[in-house]
T-cell receptor, first 112, second 114 residues
Framework: GNSVTQMEGPVTLSEEAFLTINCTYT??????LFWYVQYPGEGLQLLLK?????DKGSNKGFEATYRKETTSFHLEKGSVQVSDSAVYFC???????????FGPGTSLSVIP | DAGVIQSPRHEVTEMGQEVTLRCKPI?????LFWYRQTMMRGLELLIY????????DSGMPEDRFSAKMPNASFSTLKIQPSEPRDSAVYFC????????????FGQGTRLTVV
């Protein structure tokens, strides 16, 4: 079946450090891929998405590239801020009837 | 649009009581999802609907859990009887049709069963 695997963390970084959160997926065909972010006490919200191979999603300085050959969608940011502290979820959706499948989430803490 | 609206935001109940969580999806969305989030198990999909019809309820943990969607603008998740292990944050999300469509989440209901 379809599934998502991501590094579980927690990840602790200093402000302005480079961030990478790894995400790999298993799916038939070519799913759409998403990164969601959850700030404390809130629901998940979409951060970025990519819908086909080699697409790059970007938002708020975050980027992720859909790599079909490695079935990966790693999240990156060049310089993190304290306000980026949150839990990040990688997700996929495959097919019109298919549910949105989430990875386990990666907690990020950015310290000044 | 106001987004996905869940009520109540917080619920504290005693073991054995019935609990009903409510969700109003974004107007025009075809899909509605119910998720449960705990520290131990992360984010779990409980059930989802397409055009008010349940598509997959394999994530519903037990017969104590039931969900309905009587119309396109309202859904409920009911737990009867509730148990302390049901304590979690329950999220409702909705989306348009199509695999490129993202899910929009509500703020969640934090349920505590004592």
């Amino acid at each position: 079946g379809n599934s998502v695997t991501q590094m579980e963390g927690p990840v602790t970084l200093s402000e302005e450090a480079f961030l990478t959160i790894n995400c790999t997926y298993t799916a038939t065909g070519y799913p759409s891929l998403f990164w969601y972010v959850q700030y404390p006490g809130e629901g998940l919200q979409l951060l970025l998405k990519a819908t086909k191979a080699d697409d790059k999603g970007s938002n708020k300085g975050f980027e992720a590239t859909y790599r079909k050959e490695t079935t990966s969608f790693h999240l990156e940011k060049g310089s993190v801020q304290v306000s980026d502290s949150a839990v990040y979820f990688c997700a996929l959706r495959r097919g019109s009837y298919d549910k949105v499948i989430f990875g386990p989430g990666t907690s990020l803490s950015v310290i000044p | 649009d106001a987004g996905v609206i869940q009520s109540p935001r917080h619920e504290v109940t005693e073991m054995g009581q019935e609990v009903t969580l409510r969700c109003k999806p974004i107007s025009g969305h075809d899909y509605l999802f119910w998720y449960r989030q705990t520290m131990m198990r992360g984010l779990e999909l409980l059930i989802y609907f397409n055009n008010n019809v349940p598509i997959d309820d394999s994530g519903m943990p037990e017969d104590r859990f039931s969900a309905k969607m009587p119309n396109a603008s309202f859904s409920t998740l009911k737990i009867q009887p509730s148990e302390p292990r049901d304590s979690a944050v329950y999220f409702c999300a909705s989306s348009l049709d199509g695999e490129t469509a993202e899910a929009f989440f509500g703020q969640g209901t934090r349920l505590t069963v004592v």
